[in-house]
């Protein structure tokens, strides 16, 4: 199984974008095969990488009730679906969750593709995970046997105190994360004096930050991917260096 990155947060806190530089500070590191892995159910992580996707996990399980044809099993049809599902490009794949289950019960086709997804990530030295905002996806498919967490919080105390929270819930459900790290993103002149003072009261250890970024905000402006911004840009040098550290 390739290592996972997943990455977390309250909504509003640049997630997706820093999954996103994650994935192309591995790709100028040469590190591969990767797969990227969007669980958000508003799925946008295929944006800040420049690509379109077709198909999603969602998708598949809910014609796994009706499209499977005689004479195949749930579970070969489920992963020859979920292979369908993966979007693949010449430098890594992206992988679409979708929208979480609908009414009914789900307990079969949530297994298949928990068994799907950990199938899928042995082929990859390196899976990122892109999360949902807040902490529902904790007992979901996607963050299990996570080797790094990156729990990412704005310049601001709702922002720590959320993080703090997602902290205190990966303890409380035992999950299987072998460290957990917090980053500030979207900072502008440093970490603010009051802001480290919060930290310290919710006994919280700052990684580090991502600056605000001009080239983030016109890539967007201008509906262009952000993962492969230059070096030079501000975020991508200040992760660059924390990732540097953490992997």
């Not at 009706?66 to 489920?78: A, L």
């Not at 979007?87 to 969750?97: A, F, I, K, Q, S």
């Amino acid at each position: 199984m390739g290592f996972r990155i997943a990455v977390s947060g309250k909504g509003g806190t640049g997630k997706t974008i820093i999954s996103g530089l994650i994935l192309g500070y591995l790709l100028r590191k040469g590190k591969g095969p990767i797969l990227a892995v969007d669980a958000d159910a508003n799925a946008n992580l295929n944006e800040v990488l420049g690509v379109k996707y077709e198909q999603t996990i969602g998708g598949v399980r809910e014609k796994l009730r009706t499209d499977v044809p005689p004479g195949i099993t749930k579970n070969i049809w489920f992963e020859m679906k979920a292979e369908e599902a993966l979007v693949e490009t010449e430098h890594y794949d992206l992988l679409v969750m979708g929208l979480p289950e609908g009414q009914g019960c789900y307990c079969v086709a949530n297994a298949l593709a928990s068994k799907c997804i950990d199938v899928l990530t042995q082929n990859y030295n390196y899976v990122i995970i892109d999360n949902e905002a807040g902490m529902e996806h904790f007992s979901r498919l996607t963050t299990h046997d996570i080797d790094l967490l990156f729990v990412i919080s704005d310049s601001s105390i709702r922002g720590l105190q959320a993080a703090r929270r997602i902290l205190d819930l990966i303890k409380k459900l035992n999950l299987s994360i072998s460290r957990s790290e917090v980053l500030l993103s979207q900072v502008k002149d440093g970490i603010n004096p009051s802001l480290k003072k919060e930290a310290d009261r919710l006994e919280i250890e700052i990684a580090g930050f991502v600056p605000f970024d001009e080239n983030i905000f016109q890539s967007d402006l201008e509906g262009k991917p952000t993962y492969n911004l230059p070096e030079s840009s501000p975020s991508v040098r200040e992760l660059g260096k924390i990732l540097d550290k953490t992997l």
